[in-house]
């Protein structure tokens, strides 16, 4: 187990460098340069030329040396750079918006969780008849509602009908903790919608796979209740890949956080991330996506490593 | 493996084979085939769209802004006096485009590097693998803002980089199929004979792994057309004023659904029901090509059939990429 994780943990250093990789090349190859924006926006009013602004950006040596700067400043001084047009250090902004995002992320989470689980092992046990199709209804209808519709319904809606609407200043938890909760309460549910269908589905359909082995007939034949069979024999060894897809969800919410965030105004790291790239400003939107990548990565590890503890026949080496 | 010559037989005499699968399909999987009709009429609308459309798709009645549904503006009207259900039609042709070229380059390189990567393997397959790895752990979305805001927002651009980037994380799965059917007798077999290796891939390895590659495509068709439109609504994908479902959802039009919530409900609805029928079609072409999932009728399944499941079938961590 522990050389395991070891040898688990050196592989994400090569994962981690070619994701700063493709930041990099996508934001300094990809065409359209931001120093063609900032000469548009200032250079004619302030009468900056085209090379002062790639001296002022650290743009005018050659590509391989910026990225090796880059990194070194990221890797030795946990320094990811300042904003290109606030010069404010990115790292401020992170820290004063990740809890939001944080908070919407783990309540989507567990939401998706508690809602898809049940129902998905509801589905399977009572396979083909009116609650399995209902239960399959809901999941696609989970699936298939896209999230930013739903929550331009749930704003809309109310508001015209009852005149309510969600507060615009962020609620903190530690003055409100109700206010806080029911601010997140909705945007969790929408956010947490996509990963509940398709957790449902795989829910089912591995449940409906292992119900179909020889010692799931054999825990029948010893006349054990339903709720033993399902509960104990069944469901563990059902829930390996349902893990698996739980942890590859927390990466759509962090997608979906996006357009969530700035649906219903949450000042997170989503909201960040839109006004960052619609203003071009590239040394946060690679901060951001480093950042997510690595968080993501180390759920990869997490998710891989907590096999050990669902499946027994699972070891190691 | 009887299962797989079924399979076989499907891609090989077409005509009368695909005739007997669609009464199939009827037979086993009514809402499925309720739903293929539905994906038809899809297309055909975005084909024949100027036919169907009442008004041009940016045909402006300034009068009648804002307006309900009424037997002139069958769903209404926008904020600019736009008829709502013309533009809905002509949406149709991004969302078909979209669904279907993204969806064909994502499959053609995932296919390709799939295959290469399984079938080279070495240090090349180590390298491409960590590459994905990497491509996987960056959230899809945050990518393609990123890549879209550089280039510029543009029905093409938005294709391209969404079939490339969706294409690269899928590899994944083609290379666990390859390396699944790569050690077979009849590859080793071909080997032995001396078969060149454009061979073995193109008649031994691409037929065995076909009926999965139609799945992943089916299954890839919805997720193109949430993107797009998430993208559209994000600003990042399909410009104004190009009737996009997600698009008419975003920017300007949204201070005035308070005052005319129609125009807040139609393109996401069309675009759900859309996105269902699709998913609902995917799922049937896939319970019909795959026989792992074929019988098991009725309560916990009387027949047991997963003895030897056939190797490289979707398994679960593919299923997320929906």
């Known amino acids: 187990m522990r050389a395991y994780t070891i040898r688990r943990l050196i592989l994400v250093i090569p994962t981690i460098f070619f994701v700063s990789l493709i930041i990099f090349i996508v934001v300094r190859l990809v065409p359209g340069s931001v120093v063609d924006i900032m000469e548009a926006t200032y250079g004619q009013t302030a009468g900056i030329n085209r090379a002062t602004i790639e001296h002022m950006l650290g743009y005018d040596v050659p590509v391989y040396v910026q990225y090796g700067h880059w990194l070194g400043r990221i890797v030795l001084h946990g320094d990811l750079g300042n904003s290109l047009w606030s010069a404010q250090p990115v790292i401020n902004q992170i820290k004063a918006r990740w809890p939001v995002t944080f908070e919407l992320g783990i309540m989507a989470f567990i939401i998706t969780q508690i809602v898809a689980l049940p129902i998905g092992i509801y589905s399977a046990l009572r396979q083909d008849t009116l609650g399995d199709y209902i239960g399959r209804s809901i999941a696609i209808f989970c699936i298939a509602v896209p999230g930013f519709w739903l929550a331009t319904l749930v704003i809309v809606y109310p508001a015209i009908w009852w005149h309510y609407s969600p507060p615009l200043m962020l609620i903190q938890f530690g003055q409100n903790p109700i206010g806080n909760l029911r601010m997140f309460i909705v945007p969790a549910i929408v956010l947490g919608m996509s990963g509940m269908g398709s957790n449902m589905r795989l829910m089912r359909t591995m449940m409906l796979e292992v119900l179909r082995q020889d010692y799931i007939r054999t825990a029948w034949s010893k006349g054990l209740r339903e709720r033993v069979v399902v509960m104990r024999h069944a469901l563990k060894n059902a829930l390996i890949p349902v893990v698996t897809m739980a942890g590859g969800q927390l990466t759509i919410i962090v997608s979906g956080a996006v357009i969530i965030e700035n649906i219903f105004s949450l000042p997170g790291l989503g909201q960040l991330m839109t006004n960052a790239t619609n203003s071009r400003d590239y040394t946060v939107v690679s901060a951001l996506v480093l950042i997510t990548a690595v968080v993501i990565v180390f759920i990869n590890l997490l998710t891989d490593l907590s096999y050990g503890f669902l499946d027994p026949r699972v070891h190691y080496k | ?322």
């Not at chain 2, 295959?115 to 491509?135: K, V």
């Open chain 2, 1 to 322: 493996m009887t299962e797989k010559t079924s399979e076989k037989i499907v891609g090989s005499k077409k005509h009368s084979q695909l005739v007997e699968l669609i009464i199939r399909m009827w037979k086993e999987k009514p809402l499925g085939t309720v739903c293929a009709v539905i994906t038809l009429m899809f297309v055909l609308v975005a084909i024949f769209a100027p036919l169907i459309a009442p008004y041009g798709m940016n045909a402006i009645h300034a009068k009648d802004a804002l307006e309900g549904p009424s037997t002139r503006f069958w769903l209404g009207t926008d904020n600019l006096g736009r008829d709502l259900f013309s533009r809905i039609i002509f949406g149709a042709r991004i969302s078909v485009i979209v669904g279907l070229v993204a969806t064909l380059i994502s499959t053609a390189i995932s296919t390709f590097l799939g295959i290469f990567s399984a079938y080279i393997g070495g240090t090349f397959d180590l390298i491409l693998q960590r590459f994905i790895d990497a491509e996987l752990s960056i959230p899809g979305l945050l990518i393609l803002m990123l890549i879209i805001s550089m280039i510029g927002p543009s029905l093409w651009h938005v294709i391209i980089v969404l079939g490339i980037s969706n294409g690269i994380g899928n590899t994944r799965m083609i290379r666990s199929l390859v390396i699944g059917v790569k050690e077979d007798m009849y590859i080793n077999s071909a080997v032995a004979l001396g078969a060149p290796s454009r061979e073995v891939i193109f008649r031994h390895i691409l037929p065995n792994i076909m009926a999965q590659i139609i799945i992943l495509f089916t299954m890839n068709v919805p997720f193109m057309i949430l993107s797009e439109a998430s993208l559209s609504f994000l600003g990042f994908g399909v410009p104004p004023p190009a009737p996009s479902w997600g698009g008419m959802l975003s920017g300007a039009a949204r201070q005035y659904m308070f005052m005319d919530p129609w125009m807040a409900l139609w393109p996401g609805l069309v675009l759900s029901i859309i996105v269902y029928a699709v998913n609902m079609f995917g799922d049937a072409i896939r319970d019909l090509l795959d026989p792992r999932l074929r019988g098991g009728l009725g309560r916990y399944g009387g027949k047991i059939k997963h003895k030897g499941a056939v190797k490289g079938t979707l398994t679960a961590p593919e299923e997320e990429r929906l």
